[in-house]
């Protein structure tokens, strides 16, 4: 499955952004999806998943509350809405496609497709 994420851009702290993934080859709701951020220089950061199995969701702790990961099968994207944004979730942001065991849903290691990225950069 081929990925492609859209949506980042330049925001002012407090605002939103909604990041999206379309994906082409192969349908996404087989996979469980899901969107990883990466700051210059450090490894990429878990931020959000959805399971294949029952489309339960999981959340780092930094973005619960504010972020929501979805998707719409009819469409075979995935989606990032993200709410209060703050400077420390500046990065560029992946969207990622994989067959992750359960306790590997937060490893980067689990997924073998990607999206190519997109620039998220929150102001002060």
């Known amino acids: 499955v081929q990925l492609q994420a859209s949506g980042g851009g330049l925001v002012q702290a407090g605002g939103s952004l909604r990041l999206s993934c379309a994906a082409s080859?192969?349908?996404?709701?087989?996979?469980?999806r899901a969107w990883f951020r990466q700051v210059s220089g450090n490894e990429r950061e878990f931020v959000a998943a959805?399971?294949?199995?029952?489309?339960?969701?999981y959340y780092a702790d930094s973005v619960k509350g504010r972020f929501t990961i979805s998707g719409d099968s009819a469409k075979n994207t995935m989606y990032l809405q993200m709410n209060s944004l703050v400077p420390e979730d500046t990065g560029v942001y992946y969207c990622?496609?994989?067959?992750?065991?359960?306790?590997?849903?937060?490893?980067?290691?689990?997924?073998?497709?990607w999206g190519q990225g997109t620039q998220v950069t929150v102001s002060s």
């Open positions: 080859g192969r349908s996404l709701s087989g996979y469980t």
């Open positions: 959805i399971r294949r199995s029952g489309g339960y969701t």
């Open positions: 990622a496609a994989g067959n992750a065991i359960l306790s590997a849903t937060r490893d980067h290691t689990s997924y073998f497709s």
